[in-house]
């Protein structure tokens, strides 16, 4: 899943530099950086290090689809309607994304881990 996720973040990366804006794009690129380390180490905390970033971001999206994090001199600069549109379908995959690595995390842990197949004292 953290493949996935690289991929995924990969993605958005690209939509924050075309549609939405700097800050998603940069949100986006580290997050993908992340992931790919993740994805090489398979670290356990590194991974909800990354769910917590991703918590975040998807905190910041919404506030900023709803305009609380405008300020008082951005009234008159209204986003259009594709850069909104962008905005969504970073949220929906962030939402997305978090979902499956939270299972694929949660899944792993509960099986045992890297060791989760071995007989016990066999490290």
């Known amino acids: 899943m953290c493949l996935f996720a690289t ?3 990969g993605g958005l990366t690209v939509l924050g530099l075309a549609l939405v804006g700097f800050i998603c794009m940069i949100m986006n690129l580290v997050q993908c950086c992340f992931t790919y380390s993740c994805y090489l180490t398979l670290r356990e905390r590194e991974i909800w290090i990354y769910m917590f970033l991703l918590l ?7 506030l900023d689809i709803l305009g609380i994090t405008d300020g ?4 008159h600069l209204q986003e259009s ?3 909104q549109l962008g905005q969504f379908i970073a949220l929906a ?3 997305l994304v978090g979902y499956f690595v939270g299972r694929a995390s949660y899944l792993f842990r509960k099986s045992g881990g890297l060791y989760g197949g071995l007989p016990h004292g066999h490290q």
Do not use: F
């Open 72 to 75: 008082e001199g951005k009234n």
């Open 7 to 9: 991929l995924a973040h």
């Open 56 to 62: 975040a971001q998807v905190l910041l999206n919404t």
């Open 81 to 83: 309607s594709l850069q």
């Open 93 to 95: 995959m962030c939402v």
